[in-house]
């Protein structure tokens, strides 16, 4: 679905991962779905015109985030040896955190730990606030929805400007239904 917007098109995107590659290295480690999460945030700014990294914030609303690698830490434990790398990479925030590492994000950056058709308040009162107070030109909004056969599917949008339609992308993001294939 396309919105117009102050002479704008924002359109919310969509992916689906089913096999997601994890890019992990001996000094560094995050979830497979952060990886994923990394790579939509890429998509999304390639699509996009003048994203102004340091200006530039991100929030992701996933129910599932970690719980993964927390699972995964979890079965190892009884084992008797964990790697402290699995600790940083079992944070809820790695979701929003790696895509701004990746992107070299320096605006603020927020993962809200719940089912997204929850979390357009939050979203829109964040969204708001970053843009009108805190020096914002650009926020990155995604939801993040765990399917059947592990398969993820990712929705995200661009957001350059606080109006009357903010409210209404935000939920066409958190729902799982609407939006365009990446």
């Not at 927020?110 to 650009?138: F, H, N, Q, R």
């Amino acid at each position: 679905m396309t919105l117009s917007v102050e002479g704008a098109t924002t359109v919310v995107k969509m992916a689906t991962y089913s096999d997601i590659k994890a890019q992990n290295k001996p000094s560094f480690y995050a979830t497979p779905v952060a990886w994923a999460a990394a790579n939509f945030t890429q998509l999304l700014i390639d699509s996009e015109d003048n994203i102004v990294p340091h200006r530039t914030g991100i929030i992701v609303a996933s129910n599932e985030c970690s719980l993964s690698t927390i699972r995964d830490i979890g079965r190892t434990a009884k084992q008797g040896s964990i790697s402290p790398l699995r600790f940083a990479g079992a944070s809820p925030s790695i979701l929003a955190g790696l895509p701004a590492l990746q992107q070299r994000l320096r605006g603020p950056t927020l993962c809200l730990t719940m089912p997204p058709e929850y979390a357009p308040g939050a979203m829109v009162a964040l969204i708001t606030y970053w843009i009108k107070y805190a020096d914002i030109v650009s926020v990155i909004a995604i939801a993040h929805y765990k399917q059947r056969d592990n398969h993820h599917l990712f929705k995200g949008l661009i957001v350059r400007s606080v109006d009357d339609q903010l409210r209404q992308r935000v939920l066409q993001l958190t729902d799982s239904h609407t939006g365009e294939t990446q």
